[in-house]
């Protein structure tokens, strides 16, 4: 069991920064691929980027390629999401997930969620 607690949202103008984490509990966090997704009102929720387990491999949705990063700290239990040049478009409840198996990009390869935390990017 993995219990996912994300942070570091908020309200930002557009063509500005934030760094969202997500803090895991267990020991095992080092084993799980981790991803991240983001879901606008009335839209399905998203893939925005994801990482291996080891850090080595990360993927992105085109639409951040260039301008998210995510990161990891095993020895910390957390993975960061990098966001720069935010859009109006980026606002989104952004949720952190963690998959046993493969990285995965899509919502079905993950089995634990957090609880989201809200990013509001002004025009």
């Known amino acids: 069991q993995v219990q996912l607690v994300e942070s570091g949202g908020g309200l930002v103008q557009a063509g500005g920064s934030l760094r969202l984490s997500c803090a895991a509990s267990g020991r095992t966090f080092s084993s799980y691929a981790m991803g991240w997704f983001r879901q606008a009102p009335g839209k399905e929720r998203e893939f925005v980027a994801a990482i291996s387990w080891s850090g080595g491999n990360t993927y992105y949705a085109d639409s951040v390629k260039g301008r998210f990063t995510i990161s990891r700290d095993n020895a910390k239990n957390t993975v960061y999401l990098q966001m720069n040049s935010l859009k109006p478009e980026d606002t989104a409840v952004y949720y952190c997930?963690?998959?046993?198996?493969?990285?995965?990009?899509?919502?079905?390869?993950?089995?634990?969620w957090g609880q989201g935390t809200q990013v509001t990017v002004s025009s």
């Open positions: 997930a963690a998959a046993i198996s493969l990285v995965a990009t899509t919502i079905y390869g993950y089995d634990y």
